[in-house]
């Protein structure tokens, strides 16, 4: 038996059957459906799906292979990124945090109105598709190998130190081989991210690819080739996921593991809090001076690469100030009622499926496995589906953002709840506790840190499904007003469409967060003490 | 020994007014005065807590101290840490987990850039009991096993200082009682300068020349006893009338050092 099946990497017989059940349930339930609903419109079966591939098949071909490269191209760079950056906290362990609050406000800027900005500094080509796709990855691989980097207990060091090595030896030694498995996890992840990223990047203007096509055909309402575009869109996020599985599997001797959020900062009272002053004060200073910096840089033009202090003026200090803040602020109003109910529900829904499961462990094994090659299918690639399905209203638009949030919260619960200490639960077992009691006093506090994890992670994502259905779809709230923004040309509504939602995502994130550190303190007190 | 190598073969250790408090005030070490012979084996002993593995790390180099010196063959511990000249069986074991039982123990020549020699790695896997498991991952071993292959890890190098962090912690009585018969003959030989510490005062007697009593924290030494039992200890030493009036002697240091709270130096 190879190492890696030692330590349960490889899946196991019964869980490959189990996934081709899924599957095959799954194709069988879509068709019966779809027959079911024939002439609504909205549901396309999956033999009509695959005559429509076969039927387009040059067309797709093409798109998918633009798509492809664009993606391919993103997740190199944005993985590089991601790799200099962990790199840079390391060597400079004291700017760690400033690094990493910088890395979560770009991947907190709206894809939706960095398309339309980035089409316009890059001009024609795929320019845009693959910075896109590199924003939408680097941050997922970044976080994980900050802590995987780290991912060593301290003896390992010591015995480094003790032969008189350093560094370097340490880099090479241990927290290479450490951070092996989280760079794995972060890649695996970055694999679907990415070619989200380039669909996103082809809706805004692009002339070829996968999202060209999805935007023509829901302009057409053209259903199978909705459902074509979706269903090769996920097959093919879902291979690529898996073939990252599959190359981790052979080279780890252990899984990689299935947290992907960097830990809440460690320390308390005062310190905590001028420390997180500190860190905010710095992360906006090298921010705007990045931003100003790369504008003057490049000598771009000021019509429409806006700096700190033209959007500062559009917010502020400009005649009609009052009105742009005034719009923005009804835009944020219509995308909340949207945005904060399917983030609770996708919260809830995952956290409660999951404790489900773990109380039904005989359908969970199955379960978690279709979960997770689930959680590789870029959801918003499948937003026009939703909006088919649900209609342009609010019930779409909250569907998706907690779908959204689904998936992650479900893993990563799942995962907590198996947590929990053994032993603990052997006491409880003693005393002859039932399953309830076993759940109330040991695995639900176990699965905390791994909940707000996916809750704090949740809220970027959240945020980027909420603006594409609203720029898509619904007409209404922030996304739309980017998209409308851009069409218009009024970048000054644009650029602080832009630096409002990336705050408002980080001041989200620094919220949940915030909620974490106070329900860890007591349920998880040594993680805080790490 | 490189010719140029400023540490000596067998090299002494002075301690000079050597104290250590943590970050929060906690004082682990009060001012601690003593030399620990070159080519001898000494044993700390004391009850749990008191500050022996942080009097160790302060050797090893790995810890500084607060206040006073620490010198090694008269130089400072980062002269033997530069020449890697030294070893550390730490109390956890620290195998890292993607190396096999013979990568864990071949990483410490790597680590003091000395040339693979797989026939003494496979000569230590054997006198650690491990024969057949060389190239098994640590996670399929069990704890004492662990122990051991640490073990085997500091002995590769020929160190010529070797620091014991409760060694055979971990291992089963009667692998325990046979390493503790087998390992000096490694290092006797080479009159390696040895630091163990232990919470088995048979183990001490057993494995050192001279006992070392730590009070309670924050660490004083209490007691200094010498051990005059004949080297190579023969097997069979332990039911000796002399080993076990050593066992004695140790034990009831030991007691007195819990209630006592005067240091050796000012008696």
């Not at chain 1, 203007?205 to 070829?208: D, F, K, L, N, V």
């Given at each position: 038996m190879s190492a890696a099946a030692d330590h349960g990497v490889a899946p196991t017989t019964a869980r490959r059957f189990t996934g081709l059940l899924g599957v095959v349930s799954l194709v069988v339930g879509w068709e019966l459906a779809a027959r079911a609903l024939e002439g609504a419109f909205i549901l396309a079966a999956p033999s009509d799906v695959a005559v429509w591939i076969v039927q387009n098949a040059g067309l797709l071909g093409r798109a998918f292979r633009v798509t492809l490269g664009n993606a391919a191209a993103g997740f190199v760079a944005g993985n590089l990124a991601a790799v200099m950056l962990a790199a840079l906290a390391l060597a400079w362990p004291r700017g760690e945090r400033v690094i990493a609050g910088l890395a979560l406000l770009i991947f907190c800027l709206p894809l939706v109105a960095t398309g339309p900005i980035l089409r316009v500094l890059y001009g024609p080509g795929p320019g845009p598709q693959i910075t896109l796709a590199a924003l939408a990855v680097y941050y997922t691989t970044f976080v994980p190998l900050l802590v995987g980097l780290r991912a060593a207990p301290s003896s390992w060091f010591d015995l480094v130190r003790s032969y008189g090595r350093g560094a370097m030896a340490e880099l090479v030694h241990i927290r290479a081989a450490a951070a092996l498995p989280y760079l794995f996890a972060g890649l695996q992840i970055a694999a679907p991210a990415a070619f989200l990223g380039a669909m996103v990047g082809e809706f805004t203007?692009?002339?070829?690819g996968m999202g060209v096509l999805t935007i023509r055909a829901t302009r057409a309402l053209d259903v199978d080739a909705i459902w074509a575009l979706a269903t090769v869109a996920a097959a093919a996020s879902m291979a690529v996921y898996a073939a990252v599985g599959v190359i981790a599997r052979a080279v780890l001797t252990e899984p990689p593991p299935v947290i992907l959020s960097p830990p809440p900062m460690p320390r308390t009272g005062g310190a905590r809090g001028r420390a997180i002053v500190l860190t905010t004060a710095a992360v906006l200073g090298f921010a705007l001076l990045l931003w100003w910096g790369a504008m003057e840089l490049f000598d771009l033009n000021r019509f429409f690469a806006k700096r700190p202090d033209d959007v500062w003026a559009a917010l502020v200090t400009a005649p009609d100030a009052a009105e742009t803040r005034a719009t923005l602020a009804q835009a944020l109003r219509e995308t909340s009622v949207y945005l904060l109910p399917g983030f609770a529900a996708g919260l809830a829904l995952g956290t409660g499926m999951a404790v489900a499961l773990t109380l039904l462990p005989a359908i969970g094994a199955g379960a978690t496995a279709v979960a997770v090659a689930l959680r590789s299918v870029p959801i918003v690639t499948t937003a026009p589906l939703v909006v088919l399905l649900l209609g342009r209203g609010a019930v779409g638009t909250i569907v998706l953002v907690a779908v959204m949030v689904f998936f992650p919260t479900f893993v990563a619960c799942l995962h907590g709840l198996r947590q929990a200490p053994g032993q603990v639960i052997d006491v409880l077992d003693s005393y002859a506790a039932g399953p309830i009691a076993r759940l109330w006093h040991v695995q639900l506090p176990a699965m905390l840190p791994a909940f707000f994890a996916a809750a704090r992670m949740s809220v970027p994502a959240s945020v980027l499904a909420v603006t594409v259905v609203e720029w898509l779809a619904t007409g209404r709230g922030i996304g739309s007003l980017m998209a409308l923004s851009a069409s218009l040309s009024d970048y000054d509504m644009l650029w602080s469409s832009v630096v409002i939602v990336a705050l408002l995502s980080v001041a989200g994130y620094a919220g949940v967060g915030a909620v974490e550190r106070r329900v860890l303190s007591v349920y998880a007190a040594e993680q805080m003490t790490r | 020994m490189g010719a140029d190598a400023e540490i000596p073969t067998s090299p002494g250790i002075v301690c000079r007014g050597v104290s250590k408090v943590f970050p929060g005030g906690v004082e682990v070490l009060r001012p601690l005065d003593v030399t620990l012979e070159g080519g001898q084996t000494t044993a700390l002993v004391g009850p749990s807590g008191c500050g022996k593995s942080t009097l160790l790390r302060l050797i090893a180099g790995l810890e500084a101290p607060t206040a006073g010196e620490i010198l090694i063959g008269g130089a400072p511990p980062s002269v033997i840490l530069r020449e890697a000249a030294l070893a550390v069986a730490f109390q956890d074991p620290s195998l890292l987990p993607w190396r096999t039982v013979r990568g864990n123990i071949e990483l410490a020549l790597k680590l003091a850039r000395k040339p693979p020699d797989p026939r003494k790695v496979d000569d230590l896997i054997r006198l650690v009991g491990l024969e057949g498991f060389a190239d098994t991952r640590p996670a399929a071993l069990s704890g004492g096993m662990r122990q051991r292959v640490a073990i085997a890890r500091s002995m590769v190098t020929e160190p010529r200082l070797l620091l014991l962090d409760e060694p055979f912690g971990a291992v089963d009585e009667l692998t325990r009682r046979q390493l503790a018969e087998d390992l000096p003959r490694i290092w006797e030989p080479r009159r390696t300068t040895t630091v163990l510490v232990t919470h088995s005062v048979s183990e001490a007697v057993m494995l050192s020349d001279r006992i070392l009593v730590l009070s309670p924290r924050p660490a004083k030494i209490v007691e200094d006893i010498p051990v005059d039992l004949p080297r190579p200890r023969p097997a069979g030493i332990d039911s000796t009338p002399a080993f076990r009036a050593a066992v004695q002697e140790v034990s009831a240091g030991l007691a007195r050092g819990m209630a006592s709270t005067t240091p050796l130096a000012a008696q």
């Open positions: 203007g692009a002339e070829r | -």
